[in-house]
């Protein structure tokens, strides 16, 4: 809170302090926080998140990230992803997909 408060507010989701804070600092992309946060928490392989959020977003299928990512990756192309995946599976052999497949 400012000088002269009465009180202290909490910080928005998105947001964290620490002891004796007199402003909230923004999460950064890839990381998540609750209202009233000590810290942000990264998000997990699968999920991400841009800077200020108070939770991380699926990837979509065709695309994959690792932990505490900003982005999502779409797959290459010979390979295939479903929502909220780690990494990209190869095509067996006698299929094909485009880049960005999600089956």
Do not use: P, V
């Not at 947001?15 to 007199?22: F, I, L, R």
């Not at 999920?47 to 979509?60: E, I, L, V, Y």
């Amino acid at each position: 809170s400012g000088s002269g408060a009465s009180s202290c507010a909490a910080c928005d989701g998105g947001y964290y302090s620490e002891q004796a804070s007199s402003t909230c600092t923004k999460c950064d992309g890839g990381t998540w926080s609750n209202t009233i946060a000590t810290s942000c928490t990264d998000c997990a392989a699968g999920r991400w998140s841009g800077s200020g959020a108070s939770s991380c977003a699926a990837c979509d299928g065709g695309y994959y990230s690792e932990q505490a990512s900003s982005t999502c990756t779409k797959c290459d192309g010979g390979t295939w992803s479903n929502t909220i995946a780690t990494s990209c599976t190869d095509c067996a052999a006698g299929r094909w997909s485009g880049s960005g497949a999600s089956s």
